[in-house]
T-cell receptor, first 113, second 111 residues
Framework: NAGVTQTPKFQVLKTGQSMTLQCAQD?????MYWYRQDPGMGLRLIYY???????DKGEVPNGYNVSRLNKREFSLRLESAAPSQTSVYFC????????????FGSGTQLSVL | SQQGEEDPQALSIQEGENATMNCSYK?????LQWYRQNSGRGLVHLIL?????REKHSGRLRVTLDTSKKSSSLLITASRAADTASYFC???????????FGQGTRLTINP
C-alpha cells in the first residue's frame, strides 16, 4: 500500500519554465490537497479538491493551476516558474475533507533559478 | 499572524524525559490535529481531537484541548531519539473549508 506518491522528488527550473508535479493516492480518498512549505512559514494551502471533479483555491494559488484527473490523481502545474516558487511541495489526501486526518506524500523539492 | 502558533519554536531534552509542546489559535475550530515531520520527509498524522473533546491518548502521546483558552498541548512521555522531529498543530476552522498549519516545534532528543 503506497499511500500518497509524488513525482518528481527534486526539480530545478529556470525562471519562466513550466512543469507539472504529479500526485496519486491509492486509498480511495475523496479529497486531495497541495501545500507548499517554506522555512519559518509552516505549510500553506495552494489548491484543494474536495471531491472528484471539483477544485478550489487555497491561501496562495497565484502562479499555479491544478487538475483533478480522476479520483486517484491531482496534479499541480507551474506555468511560468518564478524564484518565489522555490519551495517544498506536498500533496495530501483525506477520506472526506477537513474533519479527517491528512495523509501526506514525501514531497517535491523545487528550486527556481 | 498565524492561526495556529506553536510554542516553543525549538526544544532540546534528554532521552527519557517528557516533552511538552503548545499550540494556540485565534478562531473557533472544529478539530485540532497534530503531525510529525522527520527531516526531509512528509508529515505524518499523530492525533486528531475534536472541539467537544478535552483529552486524547495514543501510546506515549497525550493531547489536551482547552477551547476556552484556545490552546492545545502535545505531551510525549519517555522520549526516545526517534522522536526527534518537527511537530505541527493544524486547526480545522469552524465554518471554513480549511486546515491551517502552525510553524512547528523542532524537537531534539539527546541520547
Amino acid at each position: 500500500n503506497a499511500g500518497v506518491t509524488q513525482t518528481p522528488k527534486f526539480q530545478v527550473l529556470k525562471t519562466g519554465q513550466s512543469m507539472t508535479l504529479q500526485c496519486a493516492q491509492d486509498m480511495n480518498h475523496n479529497s486531495m490537497y497541495w501545500y507548499r512549505q517554506d522555512p519559518g512559514m509552516g505549510l500553506r494551502l495552494i489548491y484543494y479538491s474536495a471531491s472528484e471533479g471539483t477544485t478550489d483555491k487555497g491561501e496562495v494559488p497565484n502562479g499555479y493551476n491544478v487538475s483533478r484527473l480522476n479520483k486517484r490523481e491531482f496534479s499541480l502545474r507551474l506555468e511560468s516558474a518564478a524564484p518565489s516558487q522555490t519551495s517544498v511541495y506536498f500533496c495530501a489526501s483525506s477520506e472526506a475533507g477537513w474533519s479527517e486526518k491528512l495523509f501526506f506524500g514525501s514531497g517535491t523539492q523545487l528550486s527556481v533559478l | 499572524s498565524q492561526q495556529g502558533e506553536e510554542d516553543p519554536q525549538a526544544l532540546s531534552i534528554q532521552e527519557g524525559e517528557n516533552a511538552t509542546m503548545n499550540c494556540s489559535y485565534k478562531t473557533s475550530i472544529n478539530n485540532l490535529q497534530w503531525y510529525r515531520q522527520n527531516s526531509g520527509r512528509g508529515l505524518v498524522h499523530l492525533i486528531l481531537i475534536r472541539s467537544n473533546e478535552r483529552e486524547k491518548h495514543s501510546g506515549r502521546l497525550r493531547v489536551t484541548l482547552d477551547t476556552s483558552k484556545k490552546s492545545s498541548s502535545l505531551l510525549i512521555t519517555a522520549s526516545r531519539a526517534a522522536d526527534t522531529a518537527s511537530y505541527f498543530c493544524a486547526t480545522g476552522l469552524q465554518g471554513a473549508q480549511k486546515l491551517v498549519f502552525g510553524q512547528g516545534t523542532r524537537l531534539t532528543i539527546n541520547p
